[in-house]
């Protein structure tokens, strides 16, 4: 009798666990408890960028000096935290990666906007304009595709 017990016991064990979506689990952790106040800091990042770029362009020493000084080594100790943040999923760990790869795309970019100014030269500014625009597309991606594996598990995100 006793090993009906057990054997029953078991075999409703197998059924919560196969009741149980990791990727689910594993994404409600990610998008509410690793990736919030990385996105702030991102934001933070990016606004100081923006604040020396473009239609903010005071003169190139500016900019230059906030990238090199302040955009830069923020952007790689973010890229690090970034990439610290623990995924148990291959599904999530495929697109986490491809996150860290347009971050990675990103810092070359800014990297190719320093150079660009230090020597004056306007096609290695485009080329740079090209990375974040490519940089650009694929966090783009990235968020889509969360949305994506969001919705393959049932979890509703909110923005």
Known sequence: MRGKWLLAGFMALLALVGCSDSVQDDLLHY????????????TEIINLYDSVIGPNH?????????????VIPQ?????????KVKVETSELREL?????????????AFLGVVSAIEHQDYGEMDAANAK????????????????????EHGVELTK
Request: charged content about 30%; proline content about 1%.
């Open 96 to 108: 986490h990666e491809n996150y860290i790869d347009a971050l990675h795309l990103q810092h070359s």
């Open 58 to 70: 005071q003169d190139d020493s500016i900019t230059h000096q906030t990238l090199i000084t302040e």
């Open 31 to 42: 998008v509410n408890d690793e990736m919030p106040a990385l996105a702030e800091e991102e």
């Open 132 to 151: 974040l625009q490519e940089a650009g597309k694929m966090m783009r991606d990235y968020q889509e595709d969360v949305n994506v594996l969001a919705e």
């Open 75 to 83: 952007y790689v100790g973010y890229i690090d935290r970034v990439q």
